[in-house]
C-alpha cells in the first residue's frame, strides 16, 4: 500500500497495534518495522510514554489533568440513549469546576482538600 502510493498519497491506513509488533522492530521480523521501514511516511502514536520511538507521539491525556477536555469527549461519545437519560443529562450539563492549588497552601494541605472532595 505504501509503495502504491509514494507519489499521489491519496490513501492513509490506522492500525491498532496494541504490542507495537509494526510501530517497533522486532527480532521476529528481521529487526523492522513499519516504522523503520518507512519513517518518513509513518507517524506513531502511544498509549504510554515510552523511549523507543522519540518521534512516536502520546494519544492518550490524563483525565484529572485535562478535566474540560476529557469531559467534552465524554459527552461527546456517549450514546444517545444514554445521554438522553435524565440523571445523565442532568452530570452531563454540570459544569467542573478547576482544582487549583492556591498560594498559601502547602503540598499536604492541597492533598488534603482533594480527597476530601473525592470522598464527598
Known sequence: MLDVTTHTKDVGQLIFDVNGEYANDNLQD???????????RCLVYFLAKREINSRGKLLRFNFYE????????????????????????????????????SPSDSDERATR???KIMLY
Open 30 to 40: 528481521g529487526n523492522s518495522s513499519f516504522y523503520s521501514a518507512y519513517r518518513d
Open 66 to 101: 485535562k478535566t474540560r477536555q476529557a469531559f467534552s469527549i465524554m459527552c461527546e461519545l456517549l450514546p444517545q440513549a444514554i445521554s438522553s437519560s435524565e440523571y445523565v443529562r442532568n452530570l452531563l450539563n454540570c459544569s467542573l469546576p478547576e482544582f487549583k492549588k
Open 113 to 115: 482538600k482533594l480527597c
